[in-house]
């Protein structure tokens, strides 16, 4: 049974800095597209960062880039998203999400049908 647990969410004022993880288990870890999407209430869900299992490339949508890096721990399957200089425009639900025996295709951040596996949630505030 795939599982994927999202953890490390919370509260922070806007300047400040969280760090997300996914454990996953029950699933090859190897050569697949892990992915943090997330969705504000009242907005459409979107994908905010990827990276391939198999060469640590990643992908970030604009408005995070340089604020966020997307991260793995093969040794503990896990997938770290660590949120620097946070904005309001942050809040949101995060999701981690995998798409197995797949390379991570930019469009995936616009596009996650493909993403079989979800985790829970972790609720990410930002204020001002």
């Known amino acids: 049974q795939v599982q994927l647990v999202e953890s490390g969410g919370g509260s922070v004022q806007a300047g400040g800095s969280l760090r997300l993880s996914c454990a996953a288990s029950?699933?090859?870890?190897?050569?697949?597209?892990m992915g943090w999407f997330r969705q504000a209430p009242g907005k459409e869900r979107e994908g905010v960062a990827t990276?391939?299992?198999?060469?640590?490339?990643?992908n970030y949508k604009d408005s995070v880039k340089g604020r966020f890096t997307i991260s793995q721990d093969i040794a503990k399957n896990t997938v770290y998203l660590q949120m620097d200089r946070l904005k309001p425009e942050d809040t949101a639900m995060y999701y981690c999400?995998?798409?197995?025996?797949?390379?991570?295709?930019?469009?995936?951040?616009?596009?996650?049908?493909?993403?079989?596996?979800w985790g829970q949630g972790t609720q990410v505030t930002v204020s001002p």
């Open positions: 999400a995998a798409y197995v025996r797949s390379f991570c295709y930019n469009y995936f951040l616009r596009d996650w049908t493909d993403f079989t596996y």
């Open positions: 029950g699933l090859t870890f190897d050569y697949a597209c």
């Open positions: 990276i391939y299992t198999d060469d640590s490339s990643t």
